[in-house]
């Protein structure tokens, strides 16, 4: 990491070993995110866990500019935390899920749904298993037998009404999913 890492190890003597290991994985975040302003891991040693004995549990919080991720518990019981880098792996993973997510969301990756587009069957060709759908401003989009979701083929008329998803295709505007409106 770019910026100063505070490691605190609490009810517990440092140690080196696992010190190391912290920093090599935090200096694994900079791949994630360049917006990281702070990062703060604390390690506990094994609390006794009344079912799985006992348990290491890491910390991570991570202040970005809009917000910050605060890991707890990656995965609270899990018997494979009685060893610390197990504990550490999964408290990591966790931590660059949540890095990953801010930054698709930063990035406005995110995928929104925009609303299906509206139409009739203007024509239907069964020899090619297709047709094409009107508009609500008169243009035509082909679709295939095998964009028709929660219907049949066969089963379709000129005029029926349908709402669909456009993209672009091969030779022009095509419906990639019709959805039959009853």
Not at 102 to 112: C, Q
Not at 132 to 153: E, M
Request: hydrophobic fraction near 35%; include cysteine.
């Amino acid at each position: 990491m770019k910026l100063p890492l505070q490691i605190t190890f609490r009810h517990m003597d440092p140690s080196p070993a696992l010190e190391a290991r912290i920093r090599e994985l935090a200096s694994r975040f900079d791949r994630f995110s360049a917006h990281i302003m702070r990062c703060h891991i604390v390690v506990e040693p094994p609390a006794h866990h009344k079912q799985k004995g006992f348990l290491y549990d890491f910390r991570i919080d991570i202040t970005l500019p809009d917000g910050e991720i605060a890991i707890r518990h990656a995965h609270p019981a899990n018997h494979a935390h009685e060893d610390p880098y197990v504990a550490l792996r999964d408290a990591f993973r966790a931590a660059r899920r949540q890095l990953e997510d801010y930054e698709r969301k930063h990035r406005h990756d995110v995928k929104t749904h925009t609303e299906s587009a509206h139409g009739w069957i203007h024509e239907l060709d069964a020899e090619h298993d297709s047709g094409r759908i009107q508009t609500d401003d008169g243009r035509l989009i082909y679709f295939h037998r095998n964009s028709i979701l929660g219907g049949r083929f066969q089963d379709l008329t000129t005029g029926t009404e349908v709402r669909f998803a456009e993209e672009a295709g091969d030779l022009g505007p095509q419906a990639s999913t019709v959805h039959v409106i009853t």
